[in-house]
């Protein structure tokens, strides 16, 4: 049994049939399953689970008010099959009249706790179809990240996350202080050096409580390459995602994103790469995409971007913050096939609206988001350095390694890669 501040999570038995029945036949609940349950689905639904509380003492638990003792859904770990490996998965299911107060992710906290104190599972995760987003914003909620997309037989595309044991110790340890001094140390341990040159995406409150905040990180940086290096951020003068219009949906918009102003001080960069840009000694370009650089090649911002960094040994350094965020990506998309791109592009009707000086429109994304499968491959062939500097989970790697995976598949199996089925 779990206890949680309003919820207690106990086995279930067969009693729990007419209350679960009432969750699991409804079809607003369950429109990302193919179908609502029937009874005899519900039925096999708790001997699954007491056979699962047999062979591996977990399973799925019922999870009850604690004031009142109500049935109010269910949540617990089961394995899975998750693309193809079975693994240890957080799933919930909440009544919907008890939606949006919390309780799953109360429930998939304890849950987690759980699994870390009393299993030597290292890494659990939690996956559901990619239109499901109360599901992923829970595990989101429950200190996971997105580690894969894959086309899943039944749901068209799934989306898994994950959190790692460390991330976990991390979470339960509360914020942490940050010093530049941790960073620099941090950073040498990882193999950072004099002379490296960088390309750096960074959460500045994904660090903790940092004092002196985004500059103690430029500036362990600095410290740690010198003016022998060379350091690049990025800089491209756009807002955050913009919430969409029916309008908007109606043109089959997806992405909607404003392009700043030239002296706008915040972007969707981070504060960290927004007080990198407005420092005296830093090079920026004056486009929309631009990089900024610092150091003895920082200048090659203004005219490469990221090339140099890529061809001239830089590794990655991702502060808090995933794949998604590495420009250097894009510089392989040159490989993409003309169909792909095309398939994909705003129509004129669109950029009449939405004028390309002025906003970056996406009508579409392919279903897959390829980053993950490139992010992965690149984790299996060791390519990868991880630690944590302070809350801040860190990756660390060559460029040209890592970016050099994504461009072999684009030129090898584009369509395969982006979910795209010819
Ligand atoms: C998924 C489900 C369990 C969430 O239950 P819940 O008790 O409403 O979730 P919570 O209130 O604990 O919310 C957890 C987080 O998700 C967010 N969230 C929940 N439902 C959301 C929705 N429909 N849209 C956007 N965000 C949502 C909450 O805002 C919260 O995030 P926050 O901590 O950043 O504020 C519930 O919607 C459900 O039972 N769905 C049907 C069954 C199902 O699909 N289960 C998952 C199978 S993969």
Redesign the pocket.
């Known amino acids: 049994m779990i206890e949680t501040e309003r919820l207690i999570l106990r086995n279930y038995t067969m009693n729990d049939f007419d209350a679960l029945y009432e ?1 699991v036949s409804d079809p607003e ?2 429109q ?2 193919p179908a609502p349950f029937d009874e005899e689905k519900t039925r096999g639904w708790i001997k699954w689970n007491l056979e699962n509380y047999e062979k591996y003492d977990f399973g799925l638990w019922a999870v009850v008010l604690k004031e009142t003792g109500e049935f109010i ?1 269910d949540c617990g770990i089961t394995i899975q099959d998750i693309d193809g490996e079975l693994l240890p998965e957080i ?6 009249k ?9 429930a ?1 906290r304890a849950v987690r706790d759980w699994v870390f104190t009393n299993t030597d599972y290292n890494e659990i995760y ?4 990619y239109t ?4 992923y ?2 595990a ?2 429950n200190g996971m990240r997105k580690v894969k997309e894959y086309l899943d037989p039944k749901n068209y595309v799934s989306y898994a996350y994950s959190i790692k044991r460390a991330d976990w110790e991390n979470i339960v340890a509360g914020p942490k202080t940050v010093t530049k001094e941790d960073i620099k140390s941090a950073l040498e341990k990882l193999g950072v050096e004099k002379g490296m040159v960088l390309e750096v995406h960074s959460s500045l409150k994904s660090f903790g409580n940092v004092p002196g905040g985004a500059q103690s990180v430029i500036d362990a940086l600095k410290e740690t390459v010198t003016e022998e290096g060379s350091i690049f951020m990025p800089a491209l003068r756009l807002s955050p995602e913009m919430e969409l219009t029916e309008e908007d949906k109606k043109l089959g918009i997806k992405v909607k994103i404003k392009v700043l102003d030239r002296d706008e001080k915040k972007t969707a960069m981070g504060i960290i790469a927004d007080t990198f840009r407005s420092l005296p000694d830093t090079y920026t370009g004056n486009d929309v995409i631009s990089t900024s650089g610092w150091g003895k090649h920082g200048k090659e911002a203004l005219t490469g971007g990221l090339d140099y960094a890529i061809h001239n040994g830089g590794k990655a350094l991702l502060f808090g913050v995933d794949i998604y965020k590495l420009t250097a990506m894009h510089y392989m998309e040159v490989h993409t096939p003309k169909e792909i791109n095309e398939l994909y592009a705003p129509s004129d009707e669109v950029n009449k609206i939405y004028p390309p000086e002025e906003w970056f429109i996406e009508t579409g994304h392919p279903p897959l988001k390829a980053w993950y499968t490139i992010q992965n491959m690149a984790y299996k062939k060791g390519l990868i350095k991880e630690t944590y500097i302070g809350n801040c989970h860190v990756m660390y790697f060559d460029i040209l390694d890592v970016v050099s995976l994504y461009a072999e598949e684009l030129k090898n199996r584009p369509f395969e890669l982006w979910g795209i089925k010819e």
């Not at 799933?91 to 919907?96: A, D, V």
């Not at 008890?98 to 109360?106: M, S, V």
């Open positions: 969750i609940t369950m990302h399953y859904g799933g919930y299911h909440i009544h919907k008890y939606w949006r107060r919390g309780f799953a992710k109360e998939a939690s996956y559901m179809k499901n987003v109360g599901s914003s829970t989101i909620a």
